[in-house]
């Protein structure tokens, strides 16, 4: 649904226009500055603290004041004179933790009592907080600090250094929902697995070797989603108490149990129950009201800032309300007033002109004044038709587009929005959790006409992974009333293409017709409604017109007792009609901006999209081919299709990343490591040393095609808007049908960095035949990336914590929001994000901390399950370009993202022994070492050596590791240095000897 100018930054998205650029200094720490924090600056909305006033403890170390007379036992403050040496431990002061963040708070010793014997624990529970056991790069051990972790309930706290019941020193803090950063959102941590992953901005298709259907199972929805109703409201927009019951059933009538329509009970839950055959089911409650602080108009005005989701949802937790059932939030707003506009005086001598005031006082502005018809620049607006979706004639039928201009509003209202699932947020004790959000105004059918159930059944489209389909405008194809996702007014069924991505049909119920091995067929296909084909038949037809590129045919019949797909354009009897769609995988791909689904283009002399008995959609295909569909016939139980293509091309291609790993199964990284162990370390960079990229490109054409280029870039690790870097190219022949290896022999050598993870960017060159001159099917297919790392979070005493750097970047030319949220497969580690989002200028690119460690007794666990657990974190972006972002969807594209893979395992050192030389070469003698119980037995696996030469040759050496000795053999002598890499081992974690020189 279109959005007002001040409309979309909101809880659909979860962040606030406050949200800004990243501090140059403090990003990589949480909060603290440089990441010692000697300073105090907090940088997630707490404010520095004085010494003396923050709660540092007393001498006693029993927690109390010193400094401002007060004593710790409660004595008179004229009683303390002298308050006497400092504590052996203090904490460096801090006022205020955001709810769900955390920061390192430094640690002051007088070298009485060792940092080592030392616990911390926040007092309350972890309703508070708790305190992490690792450490990381950042841990200096002559100021050392802890990273304290924020938990879900706002309230006063303390935070304890002791040794089992001795206390040496505490410090209150407050854990609040009050983020004062006007730039950047606060950090996040969590620990908990989270079910939805985040997806890839493209869609996957499967094997290019497969002629099978693509598109399925792209972005799978299935089971039940459970909805709450969360009514909110605030200090300018109270509801009256007696009439939110009457409200919560309203809603709850639209949501699940239903309204009458004609005889015709209508639902959300009902709607998508009937699209899905079953497959998604929709339950709901109703809760609240939550009263907010302030008025609606500041909130709104604001964005619905970070605090609107976790403050109502702790609210909601304390009045009584359980999330752990619950995947999606509709949080239901009341109107507020709107100031009385004030008396028009006329300017310009009363004469209408093009600067968006109403200069004639006649009610109208610029183009839309009867006096004025042309602005310039400007779009003409009004063609004598109040369109559907428009509240006024503007010659458009998508609200709030360009032209509209003439709505006079009495009232505010939060207009709906949808997206996610967004997160994690902090829900109970040790507990995060994504939702989908929705954000609606409780009299939206008085507001706007259209019906609760029907709006809340498109917005929840958006929280299932669904794009808005009406923008960007592609006058003629946009999907109209064919799909929910468009126009939701008569709740017509999601296109096939639609269904099929979210795991609903049966791709043995889709024809495929490709190209490359079909030229003629006749299908039968069953009306789309019915989910299943009926024997002998088919829901769909998927026709190739490249990897990730395709037209789907359907028949579009209404079914009986059917409540959607109820009117407009869609057939009511027998026969219906068979509508032709247009679906790219990947829209960054395409030619032109456009929504991900559009209806088949129509050319002169085809009758399509939508073809009824006899109609035939057609469309030339250079040379002198064209692709037919005719629609032979049709009746209540089926269509004949007869479909004929051919054409003679090359197409090389490459399959982009998918979600949610973020890996182009198409581009691989290889080097020394990756063939020595290639189940641990396969497509992992390895800094400082040759690395080999590889490009899988398929021909899907029936042409061969020689000399196919593939361009490599990389890219720092990112999840939007990293510049590329070019390494190298190489060339091959891929023959029509097959796959070649295109192959960057040794082209790049990441350099040894404190952030080794990188991008791989592969692209074919737009491929022209050399002889034949045929330009290739499809170009959209022609550039895929990896972004993609493996980390170590491995066990000793302390555990490690490792940590990284992530940029986030803005692709847009005009000043954005680019909001961060992320997962993880594993409840036994634990994840952070220094910021939930930035305010970005245009094209600027900013880093972002991020760190993992396993939170278990690694020791204890791998006793009992002789394993490593693996852990995959998944780091996505959503932008919100400030310039045109409102005016063209209501949900945010997801920007790109990142995959982490985590590994724990126990902490290991090669220790180096002898190398023997020989007549015509040596081995080298090592051995790993773990402080692992002897119980696991010594360690295995394999290792690499890289030796370095004097004349400047590097070669490298691979061999087994067992019971910890290993031996690696190699030629010629003549060594000058050798660096081992251990790679790791079961519950044995990798390790690295370097500049050996025996």
């Keep these: 649904m279109r959005l007002p100018r001040w409309g979309l930054i909101g809880l659909a998205v979860a962040l606030a226009l406050s949200a800004g650029c990243e501090p140059t200094d403090d990003d990589a720490d949480g909060g603290a500055a440089d990441g010692a924090a000697s300073d105090g600056a907090t940088g997630d909305g707490g404010s520095d603290a004085a010494p003396g006033d923050g709660g540092a403890p007393d001498a006693a170390g029993d927690g109390g004041v010193v400094g401002d007379g007060a004593v710790g036992d409660g004595g008179p403050a004229d009683a303390v004179v ?32 060792p940092f080592d014997d030392l616990q911390f624990t926040v007092v309350e529970g972890s309703m508070g907080g708790k305190v992490s056991d690792s450490r990381d790069a950042t841990f200096d051990p002559a100021n050392p600090h802890i990273v304290l972790l924020g938990g879900w309930r706002p309230g006063t706290y303390t935070l304890r250094a002791h040794q089992g019941p001795t206390v040496f020193a505490e410090h209150t803090f407050e854990l609040n929902l009050e983020h004062a950063d006007p730039d950047r959102g606060p950090p996040f941590w969590f620990e908990s697995a989270t079910t939805d992953q985040p997806v890839a901005p493209s869609d996957a298709w499967g094997d290019p070797n497969d002629t099978g259907v693509q598109n399925f199972n ?6 039940n989603r459970h909805v709450l109703l969360l009514f909110v409201d605030f200090e300018d927009a109270r509801y009256a108490d007696a009439d939110v019951p009457g409200f919560q059933t309203n809603w709850m009538n639209h949501l699940v149990d239903g309204v009458d329509v004609g005889g015709e009970t209508r639902s959300v839950a009902a709607l998508w129950s009937e699209m899905s055959g079953g497959a998604l089911t929709v339950t709901g409650e109703a809760a609240g ?19 609107v989701p976790q403050l109502a949802i702790t609210k909601a937790i304390e009045a009584g309300v359980d999330f752990a059932d619950v995947d999606t939030i509709a949080f239901i707003t009341p109107t507020w007033p709107l100031p009385a506009p004030p008396a028009c005086e006329p300017t310009n001598e009363g004469v209408e002109i093009c600067d968006g005031l109403d200069n004639d006082c006649d009610g109208d502005t610029d183009a839309l004044d009867s006096d004025l018809t042309d602005c310039g620049d400007d779009p003409i607006c009004g063609d004598g038709i109040v369109d559907n979706g428009e509240e006024c004639d503007d010659g458009n039928d998508i609200k709030y587009d360009a032209c509209n201009k003439c709505e006079v509003r009495t009232q505010h209202y939060a ?5 996610g699932p967004y997160g994690p947020w902090t829900i109970e004790d040790d507990a995060q959790k994504s939702f989908g959000l929705i954000s609606m105004p409780n009299d939206w059918t008085g507001l706007d006409g259209r019906q609760v159930y029907a709006t809340l059944a498109h917005e929840l489209g958006h929280t299932l992974s669904l794009g808005d389909l009406y923008a960007p405008e592609v006058p003629g194809r946009n999907m109209a009333g064919w799909d929910l996702m468009h126009a939701e007014t008569r709740i017509p069924h999601l296109s096939i293409s639609q269904r099929l991505a979210l795991g609903w049909l049966d791709p043995d119920d889709i024809y495929p017709f490709n190209p490359a091995t079909d030229t003629e067929a006749t299908v039968r296909l069953s009306p789309a409604g019915r989910v299943q084909a009926d024997p002998g038949r088919r829901i769909g037809v998927e026709v190739r017109l490249g990897p990730g590129w395709n037209y789907y045919f359907e028949y579009r019949l209404r079914q009986p007792g059917h409540i959607g797909d109820h009117g407009g354009t869609i057939p009511q009897a027998a026969p219906g009609q068979v509508l032709g769609s247009d679906r790219i995988s990947n829209r960054s791909d395409a030619a032109f901006d456009r929504p991900s689904v559009l209806l088949a283009p129509v050319v002169p002399g085809s009758d399509g999209p939508a073809l009824s008995i006899g109609d035939v959609f057609s469309q030339p ?10 629609v032979v016939d049709a009746d209540e139980d089926e269509a004949e299709v007869h479909i004929q293509y051919a054409t003679f091309r090359p197409d090389p291609s490459i399959r982009p990343w998918a979600g949610p790993s973020w890996q182009s199964p198409d581009i691989e990284v290889r080097n020394a490591k990756s063939l020595a162990d290639p189940d641990t370390w396969a497509n992992v960079p390895w800094a400082g040393e040759k690395n080999t990229l590889v490009a899988k490109v398929h021909n899907g054409g029936n042409e061969d095609a020689p000399d196919v280029q593939v361009d490599f870039y990389v890219k720092n690790f990112n999840v939007s808007g990293a510049p590329a870097m070019y390494v190298g190219s190489a060339t091959e022949d891929v023959p029509a049908g097959a796959t070649v290896e295109v192959v960057c022999a040794d082209c790049w050598q990441p350099p040894v960095q404190d952030n080794p993870h990188f991008c791989v960017v592969a692209e074919i060159m737009l491929y022209q035949h050399p002889v034949s001159l045929a330009v290739e099917a499809t170009q959209f297919n022609n550039i895929a990336q990896s972004n993609y790392a493996k980390f170590w979070s491995d066990s000793a005493s302390p555990a490690r914590r490792v940590r990284h750097t992530v940029e986030v970047g803005n692709p847009f030319d005009h000043p954005a929001v680019v909001l961060v949220d992320a997962g993880q497969t594993h409840p036994h580690f634990r994840t952070y994000v220094a910021h939930r989002w930035l305010r970005l200028g245009p094209n600027e690119v900013r880093p972002v901390e991020v760190m993992y460690e396993y939170t278990r007794d690694l020791e204890n666990e791998l006793l009992e399950q002789r394993e490593q657990p693996s852990n995959a974190v998944h780091l996505r972006a959503f932008g919100l370009d400030l310039e045109f972002g409102l005016e063209q969807e209501n949900t945010l594209p997801v920007l790109g993202g990142v995959t982490a893979a985590v590994e724990t395992g126990f902490r290991t050192e090669v220790v180096p022994e002898v190398v023997e030389q020989g007549g015509s070469g040596f081995e080298i003698h090592a051995a790993v070492r773990t402080a692992a119980p002897q119980q696991l037995g010594l360690p295995g696996g394999r290792a690499v050596a890289t030796v370095r030469y004097a004349n400047g040759d590097v070669r490298y050496f691979s061999g087994d590791v067992g019971d910890g000795e290993m031996r690696i053999r190699g030629q010629p002598p003549g060594m000058e240095s050798i660096d081992i890499e251990y790679l790791g081992d079961g519950p044995n974690a990798p390790s690295r000897l370097e500049g050996w020189m025996p």
């Design 289 to 307: 009201p939550i009263h907010f602080d302030g008025t609606l108009g500041s909130y709104w005005e604001e964005g619905w800032g970070t605090s």
């Design 218 to 223: 792209v972005t799978p929805q299935t089971g």
């Design 415 to 419: 207009w709906p929005q949808a997206g």
């Design 82 to 113: 002298d308050a006497g040496p400092p504590p052996a431990v203090q904490f460096e002061p801090f006022d205020a933790l955001y709810v769900g963040s955390w920061r390192r708070v430094p640690v002051i010793l007088d070298g009485t009592v």
């Design 621 to 630: 295909d250079p040379p002198g081919l064209e692709l037919r569909v005719e």
